[in-house]
């Protein structure tokens, strides 16, 4: 099947070539770079990726929703650029033929602080990441997905990826992130409450490190349960103290 890559940038020249290196295969790249400041849209270029640039402005789904529209092929795959294809899954891809199938599922392995990690929210996820370009839109400007209508599928082999390569790279998502999340949960009407917040993020840590098997990853997986647990105080602290200026 002819392919478009669309894949969404912000200062991201340590990933970017290994992110264009393994989508080889595709007829077109497209790159909506959030007007990066370092090497990202010089060494997408060279690599032959075609450029928007574009403002974010915290909407994910808009930003996909415009790579999407700029796709000249029927099938389009997203990525970010801190993942990769494995060479399997990319083979997997090519192999595809003819099919009733409006969207496939990529099952993602990441890693943190170079460790495979097994466990948690974040141990094999499934993401709908390749479809038709005419089969639906995404949603959501946090934590988006594509809303497909009709079949879907899961490929086989791994979507690799390195989110963070130090520590400090952590606790930076997770500032950014969980502002986000506040302003989504403020959206969509849920309520915040000191409950929320003393009892939210230990769930979460119990959910993480317990329930999802983040204790098989060691330590590395006790210091994303804790991560993911602060993430959610953070996110229900700054919607409850918004609320009490109101």
């Known amino acids: 099947m002819k392919t478009s890559v669309v894949i969404l940038t912000k200062n991201e020249e340590r990933n970017i070539k290994k992110c264009l290196k393994s989508v080889y295969f595709s007829e077109e790249i497209i790159l909506i770079d959030d007007y990066s400041t370092d090497k990202t849209v010089s060494i997408a270029r060279r690599n032959g990726a075609k450029i928007y640039k574009r403002h974010l402005y915290d909407d994910f789904s808009k930003q996909r929703n415009f790579g999407l529209k700029k796709a000249k092929n029927k099938w389009v795959l ?40 097994l466990g948690g929210e974040s141990g094999g996820v499934w993401l709908l990441r390749l479809g038709r370009k005419s089969a639906g839109k995404w949603d959501r400007a946090v934590h988006e997905h594509w809303e497909i209508n009709g079949k879907t599928q899961r490929l086989k082999n791994y979507l690799y990826h390195s989110p963070h390569p130090s520590f400090l790279s952590l606790i930076s998502k997770i500032n950014y992130y969980s502002d986000l999340h506040a302003i989504e949960n403020e959206k969509e009407g849920k309520n915040p409450s000191l409950i929320k917040i003393i009892f939210f993020p ?17 330590t590395h997986g006790f210091v994303l349960a804790v991560a993911m647990s602060f993430h959610s105080f953070l996110s229900w602290s700054s919607l409850y103290l918004d609320d009490q200026k109101k």
């Open 202 to 218: 230990m769930a979460k840590f119990i959910y993480n490190f317990v329930f999802r098997l983040g204790l098989r990853d060691g």
């Open 78 to 117: 997203f990525l970010d650029a801190d993942e990769v294809l494995s060479p399997e899954l990319a083979k997997e891809i090519q192999s595809l033929g003819a099919t009733d199938t409006q969207g496939y599922f990529l099952k993602r392995r990441d890693y943190f602080l170079n460790k495979k990690i």
